[in-house]
């Protein structure tokens, strides 16, 4: 028997099956789902990412399991602070699955040590979150992005990433920080 959680990703699937991709403004039709109604959808918590969003797209990538490539549009570079002070370039994308937000390109935490660090993953399950990073994997209680925080704008900072080696391949390392 199917789940409510099921049947909404269901229903959220044909929707965008329907149309090849599609965009909501900050302020959508409130017939149409915003982005934080779209992240309890698919398993997460609503303040996963924070406030105010300028736009967003979601984008159908596979059907087994449905998968979205995503990108989120904040007017600057914005900042906010769960446990660490995090960091979303003015454009975030990454592909997002029922559980599972991989590929994660715009986003950064500040670690204890000042490094600002880029995230690549994000894994629900249960009361849990996973975080993967360029160096460390970390959990947090899910309880902590439940409510939806604002940004403070600053400045954009600089992307070091390496276009040469692929964040899958990053994030696999066997580096654990818990």
Request: proline share 8%; aromatic share 12%; hydrophobic share 40%.
């Amino acid at each position: 028997m199917a789940t409510a959680s099921h049947m909404s990703l269901l229903l959220l699937l044909a929707l965008f099956t329907l149309t090849p991709s599609t965009t909501l403004a900050a302020s959508p039709n409130p017939n149409l789902l915003n982005l934080h109604q779209l992240l309890q959808l698919l398993g997460f918590p609503p303040g996963l990412i924070p406030d105010p969003v300028d736009s967003f797209t979601i984008t159908p990538a596979g059907l087994l399991p449905p998968t979205f490539d995503f990108t989120v549009r904040f007017k600057e570079a914005c900042y906010v602070k769960y446990v660490y002070l995090n960091y979303y370039a003015p454009v975030f994308t990454g592909k997002i699955t029922f559980g599972k937000i991989s590929g994660m390109i715009g986003h950064k935490d500040q670690f204890p040590t000042g490094e600002w660090v880029d995230m690549y993953d994000v894994t629900a399950k249960g009361e849990k979150l996973y975080f993967t990073f360029a160096t460390a994997n970390v959990t947090y209680d899910r309880s902590l992005f439940e409510e939806v925080k604002t940004c403070t704008d600053g400045p954009t900072l600089p992307d070091h990433s390496n276009k040469f080696i692929s964040n899958e391949l990053i994030s696999q390392l066997p580096i654990t920080a818990e």
